[in-house]
T-cell receptor, first 111, second 115 residues
Framework: GGIITQTPKFLIGQEGQKLTLKCQQN?????MYWYRQDSGKGLRLIYY???????QKGDLSEGYDASREKKSSFSLTVTSAQKNEMAVFLC??????????FGKGTRLTVV | GDSVTQTEGPVTVSESESLIINCTYS????????LFWYVRYPGEGLQLLLK?????QKGSSRGFEATYNKETTSFHLQKASVQESDSAVYYC????????????FGKGTVLLVSP
């Protein structure tokens, strides 16, 4: 089996700061995703990538950049953290036609 | 847009009782939606519980089952007899038919099973 590793597990940032979240998968999956979960809300898609160097915007892409320089990794950058922002960011991956696997998440707090 | 609505939690049941968590969906931009139930156990990542990609079909896993009802746009999760180990957060999700499986999630339902 494989695993999706997200780093860091906890991220504390300051208002206006640029923050980067990283995700690595060893499934050799083609497609990777970033979702955001706010308290009391469902997960919302930020970005996804269908292959190395590909980026596709989701419903929530404003305020974020993403990068897929290698097939195994997919990073997400919060371009300017908003004060009092709190959310969990989930990375996921999937091979074509297969199941989506999720990482355990990065919990962001902005002070 | 597309959306998923599910039972608000927490839902508390006693061990060996039956369970139903309601899920209804609206798929305005998806011709042939796929439906999923995901689960997050304490300390674990989100994982697939069951999926159904064809209307009228039933999916089942670990004693849970759900039927894809296109007429009522529902995908309710049921289990005849829950166990304490079923305590978790359950998410209903709608997948698009683009081939990239972009998912739209409900808010999640916390299930607490008491011994």
């Amino acid at each position: 089996g494989g695993i999706i590793t997200q780093t860091p597990k906890f991220l504390i940032g300051q208002e206006g700061q640029k923050l980067t979240l990283k995700c690595q998968q060893n499934f050799n999956h083609d497609t990777m995703y970033w979702y955001r979960q706010d308290s009391g809300k469902g997960l919302r898609l930020i970005y996804y990538s269908i292959t190395e160097n590909d980026l596709q915007k989701g419903d929530l892409s404003e305020g974020y950049d993403a990068s897929r320089e290698k097939k195994s990794s997919f990073s997400l950058t919060v371009t300017s953290a908003q004060k009092n922002e709190m959310a969990v960011f989930l990375c996921a991956s999937r091979r074509q036609g297969g199941e989506v696997f999720f990482g355990k998440g990065t919990r962001l707090t902005v002070v | 847009g597309d959306s998923v609505t599910q039972t608000e939690g927490p839902v508390t049941v006693s061990e060996s009782e039956s369970l139903i968590i309601n899920c209804t969906y609206s798929a305005t931009s998806i011709a042939y939606p796929n439906l999923f139930w995901y689960v997050r156990y304490p300390g674990e990542g989100l994982q697939l519980l069951l999926k159904v990609i064809t209307a009228g079909q039933k999916g089942s896993s670990r004693g849970f089952e759900a039927t894809y009802n296109k007429e009522t746009t529902s995908f309710h999760l049921q289990k005849a007899s829950v166990q304490e180990s079923d305590s978790a957060v359950y998410y209903c999700a709608l997948g698009d038919d683009s081939g990239y499986n972009k998912l739209t999630f409900g808010k999640g339902t916390v299930l607490l099973v008491s011994p």
